[in-house]
């Protein structure tokens, strides 16, 4: 008889789960996952996927109103939320599908409830049922930050935005991440007026300089308010159903929707972890080697509960390296280096490499190209909205170490030019490659 029930027992069923279980499933490994929500994880459930379908339904909005610069006629154009939220909810269902079909198609046996870990080698069910296992993969990602507010239960986060049985008039928005100015800017387009506030006076941290000082005037521009170093200190109903909002600078927002994006962390809570001995981070998160082995060495850990790199395609590349490495008999680590990143705001930046600012601190010195050019496809917009590239290059090599990008499609381009960056490409291959115009594109190769 086998020693364990399973050779691996993944905990939480997300984007690095599944790879994870997939890919040791391959290996001969009898694999076995808990869920207790659904199949497909933040990203898929409600997260990446659901948010950029909303932003592709609000771009609608701005495409109607240029329309007419074209010689379109437009009339009786109106939007219905509920069709929209409806639509986004029938294809997140349908994605659970694929990923439990994945799950079943590779012979992983999928509990559809809680598990915590009773042991370094147990789990527990919340049916009750004990289970052992040689190894055991967390990731059961992360968890929306809700902070210290009076009247917290008023308000919502990206967990409960899919949802909102009708779309708000006002809302205000607390955080100044990619979450936060990514539904500023569905909602604004989509109609509602939107209202910005954030503890500091900085958005989008971590981002080049150049790319959040030029994204910042242009969302003012769309209607989006903002009112920095103002968090929310109270949220109270009021006797018609709305909101009242007070910020800590004495401040007074009404709104029909107040939604907290102030960061994410580790779900790590009552999951048991300690029972086998596993040290937690600062912020709940589980500390891993470069081969996502934890302080116990029969339970490893991937994606958002190791807070690392909070993105899907990370923790994808995590649960595969795990699984290669445990199973697989291939060690493999995941590069953390140049992985490219964008943000769905209108008009969205994406960015690959050393901001100018990391770089100078890395090289003492850079060069750094920068177009600011007038996109054609807004010509014929009512808003005379800019894009805006930068290459960042180190002196000596001549090797670009960065590139930042703003503007239309931004995301789509930046990710062939993140091969080159990945592989290390120099300035001078930059210039040497024909420009394919008429683009936007082009004006990478043509920065001197």
């Known amino acids: 008889m086998a020693e364990f029930d399973y050779d691996l027992f993944v905990i939480g069923a997300g984007s690095g789960g599944v790879r994870a279980s997939r890919i040791a499933a391959s290996h001969g490994a009898r694999v076995a996952v808990a869920e207790e929500f659904r199949v497909g994880g933040t990203c898929v459930i409600r997260g990446c996927v659901p948010k950029k379908l909303l932003v592709y339904g609000s771009h609608f909005a701005h495409s109607l109103h240029d329309a007419a610069q074209y010689g379109w006629t437009i009339e009786g154009a109106k939007f219905d939320w509920a069709t929209l939220r409806d639509f986004v909810a029938s294809d997140v269902d349908r994605l659970e599908r694929a990923y439990t079909s994945t799950l079943s198609n590779n012979n992983v046996e999928h509990f559809a409830e809680r598990a915590v870990v009773t042991g370094p080698n147990t789990v527990r069910l919340a049916s009750g049922r004990e289970i052992t296992a040689r190894i055991i993969l967390i990731a059961v990602g992360a968890w929306p930050v809700m902070p210290e507010i009076d009247g917290a239960e008023h308000c919502i986060t990206s967990n409960e935005v899919f949802h909102l049985p009708e779309l708000p008039k006002r809302v205000v928005i607390q955080g100044a991440g990619y979450i936060a100015l ?29 790319l959040t000082e030029r994204l910042l005037p242009v969302l003012k521009a769309r209607g989006i308010e903002f009112a920095f170093n103002h968090p929310i200190e109270q949220v109270t109903r009021q006797d018609d159903g709305t909101l009242l909002v007070r910020t800590s600078g004495g401040k007074l927002f009404e709104a029909d929707a107040v939604m907290v994006a102030t960061g994410r962390q580790p779900k790590t809570a009552g999951l048991g972890l300690e029972s086998a001995g596993v040290e937690l981070g600062a912020t709940g998160e589980v500390p891993v080697d470069e081969y996502n082995q934890s302080s116990c060495p029969s339970i490893y850990a991937v994606g958002d509960v190791t807070n690392r790199v909070q993105l899907t395609p990370v923790a994808i590349r995590e649960g595969h390296a795990f699984a290669d490495t445990v199973f697989g008999k291939t060690p493999r680590t995941t590069a953390y280096d140049h992985i490219p990143s964008a943000v769905f705001t209108q008009p ?65 381009i930046l990710q062939a030019v993140a091969i080159a960056v990945k592989a290390g490409l120099t300035k001078a291959q930059f210039d040497d490659t024909v420009a394919l115009h008429p683009s936007m594109a082009e004006e990478l190769v043509l920065m001197r």
């Open 348 to 412: 969205p930046i994406a960015a690959v490499g050393l901001t100018e600012e990391q770089a100078r601190l890395v090289h003492g010195h850079v060069k750094v190209f920068k177009s600011d050019f007038r996109p054609m496809q807004n010509m014929f917009s009512q808003v005379a909205e800019r894009g805006f590239y930068k290459l960042v290059v180190a002196p000596d090599t001549d090797v670009v170490l960065g590139v930042h990008m703003f503007g239309p499609d931004a995301p789509e």
């Open 182 to 210: 990514e539904f500023a800017g569905i909602f604004n387009a989509l109609g509602s007026a939107v209202t910005v506030v954030n503890r500091s006076d900085k958005i989008l941290r971590g981002y080049d300089h150049d």
